[in-house]
């Protein structure tokens, strides 16, 4: 994913975040992570970045 990113980016284009999930947490703790993501972030704070969950 890094490598398809950095080229997409390259090509002057953006996308607002990429989140990866984290196989250990349960739907619902996902679901809760993306939910403060969404409520707590600033716009385009994860623009053009990867970011793993749980987001610290």
């Not at 390259?10 to 809760?32: K, W, Y």
């Not at 600033?42 to 749980?54: K, N, R, S, V």
């Amino acid at each position: 994913m890094p490598v398809h990113l950095a080229e997409h980016i390259t090509q002057n284009r953006h996308v607002p975040g990429i989140f990866i999930l984290n196989a250990d947490m349960s739907i619902g703790e996902t679901i809760e992570e993306l939910i403060v993501i969404a409520e707590c972030s600033f716009e385009d704070e994860y623009q053009d970045q990867i970011a793993y969950l749980p987001v610290p």
